[in-house]
């Protein structure tokens, strides 16, 4: 990686300010990105910082002022560049332009996945720029090169931010900011982002470098968001280095049978009352799922004629070798009795699934939450696993739910070839009191090889904030499986 003396590599919370002149590679126009001013500080009218656009005459410039020196918390301003549009995230940086007055020293980050799905940011100062002219009214346009700041080509750009020097006081204009030779679209209004008791925020504070973070505890909350209680089963996988004990991670649990300890139960109250949810602050690594009604099961019952449906994670697991990730997804493979969402708060990183694999690097999103839906609607869904597609964009595997056309056999035209007998590997046996469906409904079509979006991810070693696992009722019964693909026909 070349390095210029000014620049920096982060992933932590950073006071910003650049003006230069920057390219996006693949034709970004002004309306992929857009500029807007912000504020980060403790009050939308506070004094000591301002950032909006001006009139002087022949320009209408961005003008980002600060009266203090005093940047803690992550208090600042500035102006940040990103797209309106949350699926799009451009590739392929090559340099970003603009004109400025004020301080050399002002800085421009951008925040990027490069190569290994790893969120990035490199930050330099305007000075370190290339300087390709000063205009009669005194504004000096910079380039800054890509190559010089260490981003990989073809990284996944997600947001710009312009910023006054770190601590420094005094107002900074900037203008005719270009994003591969095209011009970016400016945004009127000033966007506020609130900084609570000098915590650091501002529109980079969510995701940080690899080899910033610390270690964190991620925590996991349960709860009912339904008008009726509901019994909530937590099911344990074994892991090397994980919790298997359902009591050591959520107290209040109740062992399914006693001595079992990896299968426990809650009943969470109906919402709004006490006991409608449960929290564990548990630092360890634990992975598992939470199941509605019943223990885990692999195929449709009597009692659950359109199957089950997961919440699954893995959480506090940074100390895996390689590059472990925090995951989460809904499960739908054995079906969907329950609508479960997943509000993903916080943290040193942000979460992401990779949506498009037939681009270089492989397209990514960044998500805040998934929820899925009833039985046959679940396909293109992010984060969600739809029925029978055990690995999200096929069936191998999946359970022979099925039963066999004659006693002994293993064999019903019913079943997917290579489908998986009930008793066996990783199939779950029939709760207590059910049997199972003779009429299993008929599996799903599967997302594409290309979309693996099932899984939502996170550096491990970046962790923090808070899981919320919500239950919001049950799924609606839906026996009308699609014939083809119509969200993918290509």
Known sequence: MHKHAKISILCAVVTLSSIGVWSLANALGQEHM?????IAAEHPDTPKFNSHVVSTGKRNPFSVTARTANFSGGKYSGILIESPNPLYTPRGLSSIGFSYKGSEQGQATVEYTGPGLVVNRATANFGSGKNIETSKDGYKKVLLSSIDMGIPANSSIHKIVIAPPPG???RMLIDDI????????KAMHTTFFQVNSGSPTGPLSAVAAVGACTKQTTSVKL?????RPVKIFFTLGVVDGCETNVQAIFPTMQLNTPGVTTIGYVTLQPNGRPGDSIISNSPSCYSGSFSAESVRINCSTDKFPNGQSLAEFIVNNGFQAGSPQETVDISCVAGSNAIWKFNLDDGQADWTVTTDTRTTPATTKKVRSIQNDDIYKNLGDIG??????TNCTNNLGVPCCAPPATPGSNMNSANPPGCEQQGTG??????????WNPNPPQ???????????CNVQRPASCNGGQITITYMGPAKPNSKPLKKNLLFPG
Do not use: Q
């Open 384 to 389: 969600v696993f739809p029925f029978g597609c």
């Open 223 to 227: 709860e009912n968001n339904d008008n």
């Open 178 to 185: 270009t994003l591969n030779g095209d011009p970016v679209k």
């Open 168 to 170: 420094g006081v005094g």
């Open 443 to 453: 599996y799903a079509v599967c997302n594409p090889t290309w979309a693996p979006i």
């Open 34 to 38: 857009v500029a807007s001013p912000f």
């Open 426 to 435: 990783v199939s779950f046996p029939p709760p207590p009191s059910t049997t």
